[in-house]
C-alpha cells in the first residue's frame, strides 16, 4: 500500500529529476534525506556538489525552485551537509 508520505517523496523526487542533470555535469547529485511534517524537503548532497562553494546557489536558484514550482505546498528545502554546513 502507497501512503501519502511515500507519494510525497516520489513527487518531490520527479521534481529533482530536472535538475539532476546539470549537476552530473560537474560530477554531483543529490538524494532526499527526509520531508519533515512541517513539509521541510532535507537533501543530502553528493559527489562534488558536497563540497562546491555554489552549492548556496544551487540550492535556492535550481533546487527549491524545481521543487516549489512543481510542489507549492513544500515549506522550503535544506541541505544536512555539503559547503556551508
Not at 14 to 39: F, M, Q, W
Not at 57 to 78: D, F, N, R, W, Y
Request: proline share 2%; net charge negative; with cysteine.
Amino acid at each position: 500500500m502507497i501512503t501519502a508520505e511515500q507519494t510525497l517523496f516520489d513527487k518531490v523526487n520527479h521534481a529533482l529529476d530536472e535538475i539532476r542533470p546539470h549537476l552530473a555535469v560537474d560530477g554531483g547529485n543529490l538524494e532526499i534525506v527526509e520531508i519533515t511534517d512541517d513539509l521541510i524537503v532535507k537533501i543530502k548532497w553528493m559527489g562534488n556538489c558536497e563540497h562546491c562553494s555554489m552549492s548556496a546557489m544551487t540550492m535556492k536558484a535550481g533546487v527549491e525552485q524545481a521543487i516549489k514550482s512543481k510542489l507549492p505546498e513544500i515549506k522550503g528545502v535544506e541541505a544536512v551537509n555539503g559547503y556551508f554546513n
